[in-house]
């Protein structure tokens, strides 16, 4: 089976519906979208992060590109639900290593799971999900 991609027409950025446009707009005055103690809380504990964001296979192939995620910077398109912009804005632009309590570590967004780091009393407990595989040989 050969992959086809949408043709061109169909593949567009297309404007959202009145529908959705007065959904989403329900969306923002029903949530308290101006309490940023989210954003707050996601950079508790902060470490440090790569740079640049980028995750690159052996053989050069970037394999992950964080800095794509730019786009989420800004408010949440007509097309999109804002609760769900700003969980992706959580999710995109909190990555690195960070420190939770006193001997509990986490690395998060560097894939989809997050890798928890544990000082035990002879050593380094590591709890790491790993949901893909092309990061693993960093």
Request: hydrophobic content about 40%; proline content about 6%; glycine content about 6%.
């Amino acid at each position: 089976m050969s992959y086809s991609p949408l043709p061109q027409d169909l593949a567009a950025a297309k404007a959202a519906s009145q529908h959705t446009v007065d959904a989403n707009k329900a969306i923002l005055s029903e949530l308290p979208f101006t309490d940023r103690r989210s954003f707050e809380n996601a950079q508790r504990g902060f470490i440090a992060t790569l740079d640049p964001l980028t995750i690159t296979r052996d053989n050069g192939n970037v394999s992950y590109d964080l800095s794509r995620f730019s786009f989420l910077e800004g408010e949440a398109p007509d097309t999109v639900n804002p609760s769900l912009w700003r969980q992706a804005q959580l999710n995109a632009q909190h990555h690195g290593l960070f420190e939770i309590a006193p001997g509990l570590y986490q690395v998060r967004s560097f894939d989809i799971a997050n890798m928890t780091l544990i000082a035990g009393d002879s050593g380094w407990i590591i709890v790491d999900p790993l949901t893909s595989s092309d990061g693993s040989s960093q």
